[in-house]
């Protein structure tokens, strides 16, 4: 399926490169030639490199989430929640502190995409304060664990383990500043990983012309995206996952058209009113990162700094985006290179290739089909 997909973006690629014109010298021949070879691998690979993430959403970081809450006086209720793929569950274990002892049998059940898992145990020692927790298995594998510990004096623990940290020793005092860059670099990576937003920048930036357009419809977009994962994350706005996903889908397809038609000559919606675009679409980007962040998790005594250095993260990984396709166009501009004709339609035709697979995908996955 893979090679198909490929195959056939290629073979698009080729058709679209056919308008080269014949040059008038043997060097211009051999260079475009070369041009038009270099073009259709390098699309080959980046769509290769994309279609995994075509099959999931971008905006689906999947971490665990061990919560442990003390109910009673030495009785703690842990729920152990991790993802799934497919029938295969994510072979990470909480290895728990020594001290607690499991009361009964886990009640166990299989939820969309994850599978959680609820026990009551109970602490032989005076206190957690000081003992570890690890997460076996973590190290092997590419993902997160978000970890909470609620004790009944109200302190209140958060932590994300990773492949590169995956123990955390519960502290006598909860640390404020470990929140805020745990949430800010989960911000950062979730931005940088998620290939539907990156591209909607993307082909928000070829669209966009002059400095100060630019700007304004970049800050409409990071406006808009901040308002709705404020208001989803504080549950005052509550949107279904699966259509959000597919209008952000169709908002970089739009955007892959709005490109072809600047380029054939036409004014585009986006040309006109740059920031009116970015900040509509921006509403629903801010949906999908709510969502991404949901299934995080917000430690609850950390709301407003978990949700604000999210954000903060979000817009910091943009910006270094923006910065550096930016870098990339200006260095473009000042290389002696002479592009084959038509080559510009190779970039809007692979975004909207990759944005019209995931429109589609996404669609199915939630409007029924009969056969």
């Keep these: 399926m893979k090679a198909l997909y490929c195959a056939g973006i290629v073979r698009c690629a080729q058709r679209t490169l056919r308008s080269v014109g014949t040059p008038c010298r043997r060097e211009m021949f051999y260079m475009n030639r070369a041009c038009k070879a270099l073009l259709q691998w390098f699309l080959a690979v980046v769509l290769a490199g994309l279609y995994p993430a075509m099959h999931v959403n971008a905006d689906e970081i999947r971490p665990a989430l061990l919560d442990i809450k003390e109910q009673n006086t030495g009785l703690f ?63 092997a594998l590419q993902t997160d664990v978000l970890l909470l510990v609620q004790l009944q004096d109200g302190t209140q623990h958060s932590a994300i383990l990773r492949p590169a940290s995956p123990e955390f020793t519960i502290p006598r005092q909860a640390s404020k500043l470990k929140v805020a860059g745990d949430y800010w670099q989960m911000g950062t990576i979730h931005i940088l990983e998620g290939a539907d937003h990156l591209l909607f920048v993307l082909a928000l930036l070829l669209i966009v012309a002059g400095i100060g357009e630019l700007v304004k419809a970049v800050t409409a977009f990071t406006v808009a995206h901040s308002i709705t994962l404020a208001l989803a ?47 509509a679409f921006g509403l629903f980007h801010g949906l999908g990162f709510a969502g991404a962040l949901s299934e995080i998790g917000v430690p609850q005594h950390e709301v407003p700094l978990a949700l604000f250095m999210f954000n903060v993260g979000v817009e910091t990984g943009q910006l270094l985006f923006i910065a550096v396709v930016l870098s990339v166009i200006a260095l473009l501009k000042r290389l002696p290179l002479q592009a084959p004709q038509g080559a510009w339609r190779v970039l809007p035709y692979s975004i909207g290739s990759v944005a019209a697979f995931w429109t589609i995908d996404r669609v199915v996955s939630f409007v029924p089909v009969s056969v």
């Design 77 to 139: 209720a842990v729920t152990w929640k991790v993802p799934t793929r497919g029938d295969r569950v994510l072979a990470i274990t909480p290895q728990l502190p020594d001290s607690l002892e499991l009361v009964g049998s886990p009640n166990v059940k299989d939820a969309a995409g994850a599978r959680i898992e609820h026990a009551t145990y109970r602490n032989n020692s005076e206190s957690l304060t000081g003992q570890t927790i690890v997460i076996e298995g973590l190290t």
């Design 233 to 279: 994350t504080l549950g005052m706005v509550h949107v279904p996952a699966a259509p959000t996903e597919a209008i952000i889908a169709l908002s970089i397809l739009f955007l892959a058209t709005e490109i072809i038609h600047k380029h054939n000559g036409q004014i585009s919606l986006t040309e006109r009113y740059p920031w009116v675009i970015a900040f």
